[in-house]
């Protein structure tokens, strides 16, 4: 079993940058792949499925990360199993950028589907403003 947290998130003008937390507790953090996903708001039913990948890290032995064409250049998904955190430095963010973000674990290898992921945080707001 595995719980996280997320912290981070705010409002930021168009340009700026906000580093996202994932912080787990539970046992062998550093099995888990995690993912950040992000949900636009706006909808009255907020369906798991909705949620898109942004970027993901590999568990186990691998170091392996992933990024949508999105985040690719702007975000850097990064982590520390010395304090089961998984980092997401933003930089250059866009309006459009502008969702929920939530990170998900599974263990091992990375996917793109969120209902691939076993566990999830409650997610951290981010707003960015033109």
């Known amino acids: 079993q595995v719980q996280l947290v997320e912290s981070g998130g705010g409002s930021v003008q168009a340009g700026g940058s906000l580093r996202l937390s994932c912080a787990a507790s539970?046992?062998?953090?550093?099995?888990?792949?995690i993912g950040w996903f992000r949900q636009a708001l706006g909808k009255e039913r907020v369906l798991v499925e909705e949620?898109?990948?942004?970027?993901?890290?590999?568990?186990?032995?691998?170091?392996?990360?992933y990024y949508t064409d999105s985040a690719k250049g702007r975000f850097t998904i990064s982590r520390d199993n010395a304090k089961n955190t998984v980092y997401l430095q933003m930089n250059s963010l866009k309006p459009e950028d502008t969702a929920v973000y939530y990170c998900?674990?599974?263990?091992?290898?990375?996917?793109?589907?969120?209902?691939?992921?076993?566990?999830w945080g409650q997610g951290t707001q981010v707003t960015v403003s033109s």
């Open positions: 539970g046992r062998a953090f550093g099995i888990y792949a």
């Open positions: 998900a674990a599974r263990p091992f290898e990375t996917r793109m589907t969120p209902n691939e992921y076993e566990y």
């Open positions: 949620r898109r990948l942004v970027a993901a890290i590999a568990g186990g032995m691998s170091s392996d990360t």
